[in-house]
Nanobody, 132 residues
Framework: VQLQASGGGLVQPGGSLRLSCAASGFTLDDYGIGWFRQAPGKEREGVACISNTDGSTYYEDLVKGRFTISRDNAKNTLYLQMNSLKPEDTAFYYC??????????????????????????RGKGTLVTVSS
């Protein structure tokens, strides 16, 4: 099982980026999965998570309305579309899963609450820097 995040970079405040997480060794559609981030001096936190059974999503309050998590099952790839980026979004972003089926918004929320280190399978991060 491997997860490879990519798409990070330097972007100005108000800009957009799309992160990708390529999954291999398992079928993305069979399990819940999420994006986590760690900003300088802060703990790693769940940002957005998605269920596999019904596509329900959960977003951490600070990104709600700006970030969108989605999944392309044909490509076995997870995405995070980030719009209206702010300097406080600067962080390493990671994708992770514990290879468990997840249902509904509550399931997605619990997945995020488990945290990055609560996941059995964790990818390396991609750095997003929001600065003028």
């Amino acid at each position: 099982v491997q997860l490879q995040a990519s798409g990070g970079g330097l972007v100005q405040p108000g800009g957009s980026l799309r992160l990708s997480c390529a999954a291999s060794g398992f079928t993305l559609d069979d399990y819940g999965i999420g994006w986590f981030r760690q900003a300088p001096g802060k703990e790693r936190e769940g940002v957005a998570c998605i269920s596999n059974t019904d596509g329900s999503t959960y977003y951490e309050d600070l990104v709600k309305g700006r970030f969108t998590i989605s999944r392309d099952n044909a490509k076995n790839t997870l995405y995070l579309q980030m719009n209206s980026l702010k300097p406080e979004d600067t962080a390493f972003y990671y994708c992770a899963t514990d290879l468990q089926a997840v249902t509904g918004i509550m399931g997605a929320r619990l997945l995020c609450a488990m945290g990055y280190y609560g996941m059995d399978y964790r990818g390396k991060g991609t750095l997003v820097t929001v600065s003028s």
